[in-house]
T-cell receptor, first 114, second 114 residues
Framework: DAKTTQPPSMDCAEGRAANLPCNHS???????VYWYRQIHSQGPQYIIH???NNETNEMASLIITEDRKSSTLILPHATLRDTAVYYC???????????????FGQGTELSVKP | NAGVTQTPKFQVLKTGQSMTLQCAQD?????MYWYRQDPGMGLRLIYY???????DKGEVPNGYNVSRLNKREFSLRLESAAPSQTSVYFC?????????????FGPGTRLTVT
C-alpha cells in the first residue's frame, strides 16, 4: 500500500498558487518525498523531490515539515495546463532492500479554473 | 532525443492470447521499469531492471515476464492474457536507480483483453 495520504481532488483559480498537501506520518529517516503529475492519461512527469529541506525548481516548491510527517507541493502561479493528477510518493534508496521503487497512490486531481 | 518510446499504442487481445509490449529509451539510462494503471487508480510496478542483465519483481508481477534485451530495450510479455490484465501499461527509465534519479515515462500502451 502507498504510504501517503492525499485529498482526492482540489480546485484552484488560474494565476493563483496551488497548494497540494500530503501526509506521510510513517515516513522513515531514509525515505525521500517525491512528486509526480499525470496529465490526462499521459505518462507521469517528475516534478520535484526532497528529504528534509525545502526544495524549489522551475516547476514548483516542496515544503516538508520539520517532523517530516507531511509536505506541501506549491505551484506558484497555476495555469490551465497544470490541471492533472498529482502523486505524492515516499521512496527509499535501492540499497535499502526495497529497490528504490516508486509506489503510487491515487493522487490528488487538481482542476485549475479560469 | 525521442526519450522513452512504447509500441504498440493500442492493442486488443482475446483471452489466452500472448503478446509482447516493447519499450526503448535513447537516454543511455541504466534502469528501466514497467507499470500498469487501471482506471481511476495510481500506477503499480510490475517489474523493473536496475541495470542491463538484471530484472526484479515489483508489486504485481504475476502473469507477466520481462526481458532486458540490452541497455536500451525492456520488453514485457503476457503469455496468456486475461481480462484482469486490461490496463494502460507505462514503461519508464532513469539514469541510475541507486541514486534516486527521476524516472522518465513513455506515452503508454492501452491494452484491452476480451
Amino acid at each position: 500500500d502507498a504510504k501517503t495520504t492525499q485529498p482526492p481532488s482540489m480546485d484552484c483559480a488560474e494565476g493563483r498558487a496551488a497548494n497540494l498537501p500530503c501526509n506521510h506520518s510513517t515516513i522513515s529517516g531514509n525515505e525521500y518525498v517525491y512528486w509526480y503529475r499525470q496529465i490526462h492519461s499521459q505518462g507521469p512527469q517528475y516534478i520535484i523531490h526532497g528529504l528534509k529541506n525545502n526544495e524549489t525548481n522551475e516547476m514548483a516548491s516542496l515544503i516538508i515539515t520539520e517532523d517530516r510527517k507531511s509536505s506541501t507541493l506549491i505551484l506558484p502561479h497555476a495555469t490551465l495546463r497544470d490541471t492533472a493528477v498529482y502523486y505524492c510518493i515516499v521512496r527509499v534508496p535501492v540499497y535499502y532492500n526495497q529497490g528504490g521503487k516508486l509506489i503510487f497512490g491515487q493522487g490528488t486531481e487538481l482542476s485549475v479554473k479560469p | 532525443n525521442a526519450g522513452v518510446t512504447q509500441t504498440p499504442k493500442f492493442q486488443v487481445l482475446k483471452t489466452g492470447q500472448s503478446m509482447t509490449l516493447q519499450c526503448a529509451q535513447d537516454m543511455n539510462h541504466n534502469s528501466m521499469y514497467w507499470y500498469r494503471q487501471d482506471p481511476g487508480m495510481g500506477l503499480r510496478l510490475i517489474y523493473y531492471s536496475a541495470s542491463e542483465g538484471t530484472t526484479d519483481k515489483g508489486e504485481v508481477p504475476n502473469g507477466y515476464n520481462v526481458s532486458r534485451l540490452n541497455k536500451r530495450e525492456f520488453s514485457l510479455r503476457l503469455e496468456s492474457a486475461a481480462p484482469s490484465q486490461t490496463s494502460v501499461y507505462f514503461c519508464a527509465s532513469s539514469p541510475d536507480d541507486l541514486f534516486l534519479d527521476e524516472q522518465y515515462f513513455g506515452p503508454g500502451t492501452r491494452l484491452t483483453v476480451t
